[in-house]
């Protein structure tokens, strides 16, 4: 409780405010009438834990986005990987058992070719979609659907490991485009909580792009995991997968 003291002619009573301000009203008794005029004044550490939650959820959501990220950035060194995986090695000539052929690159290269045409039309109904249903639909949403390609993605490159190319390569092109049309739905769900950083748009829509030109890292990722923990492509691809899935965690809690 607040005491009230005599000022100018009137009372000016002070309460302790239940959100953790000070509260001063000033009572005019000349007009027989009170006034309120409130001054908030910062008295505790709840308002800068307030200020500090948006950078906090913007910072958990941008990683999450970019766990969720997509094929193409990493197009070149993704393109070895996949060929000394044996991916498409099926396309190579009979009797060419000396690695890589010609024929695999290049089935390669105009499966991620054709895949980023494809994307980049994409970025027109993505937008629609967001119009329509939201950020966290679109950021949960194209998360998923990462995920799900990802698990898609397993399927060929086990084929291949296991000598098994020719039946499951074609899944491959379905895979790439559902991972990286879905990974820019997922970036474009950083965009929901661009009204908690007034002044700060450029940046919002900036960090927006970057978590999916940050994908460009996934394939060194996936390389180190390689080497680390002595595993084939494919297994190496399954355990970024299950990082993804924690990318679309963070993504369900803070978009």
Not at 23 to 47: C, F, I, M, N, Y
Not at 57 to 64: F, K, M, P, W
Not at 171 to 185: E, N, T, V, Y
Not at 204 to 229: E, G, K, N
Request: charged share 10%.
């Amino acid at each position: 409780m607040g005491q009230c003291l005599p000022k100018d002619g009137g009372l000016q009573c002070a309460e302790c405010h239940p959100l953790g301000y000070d509260a001063v009203s000033t009572q005019d008794e000349e007009e027989g009438r009170k006034d309120s005029a409130r001054v908030l004044l910062p008295a505790s550490k709840a308002s800068v834990e307030i200020e500090f939650f948006p950078w906090k959820r913007l910072s958990l959501l941008a990683v999450g986005c970019m766990l969720c990220c997509g094929l193409m950035p990493g197009m070149a060194l993704y393109i070895e990987m996949f060929a000394h995986a044996g991916l498409m090695s099926s396309s190579c000539p009979e009797g060419s058992d000396d690695g890589p052929c010609k024929e695999q690159y290049q089935g390669l290269t105009g499966i991620f070719s054709g895949g980023q045409f494809v994307t980049l039309l994409l970025q027109l109904p993505v937008g629609l979609v967001y119009d329509r249903y939201g950020a966290y639909s679109i950021c949960v949403g194209g998360g998923a659907c990462v995920f799900l390609g990802m698990l898609l993605l397993l399927i060929p490159l086990y084929g291949a490991e296991y000598g098994d190319d020719a039946s499951t390569n074609m899944l491959f092109p379905l895979a790439f485009l559902l991972i990286d049309g879905a990974s820019f739905a997922n970036s474009y769900g950083i965009y929901g909580i661009m009204w908690h950083f007034p002044g700060k748009v450029t940046f919002i829509m900036s960090l927006s792009t970057a978590t999916y030109q940050l994908s460009a890292f996934q394939p060194l990722v996936v390389q180190q995991l390689m080497t680390l923990m002595g595993l084939s492509c494919a297994s190496g691809m399954a355990v970024f997968t299950c990082l993804v899935g924690g990318g679309v965690a963070l993504c369900y809690l803070y978009a």
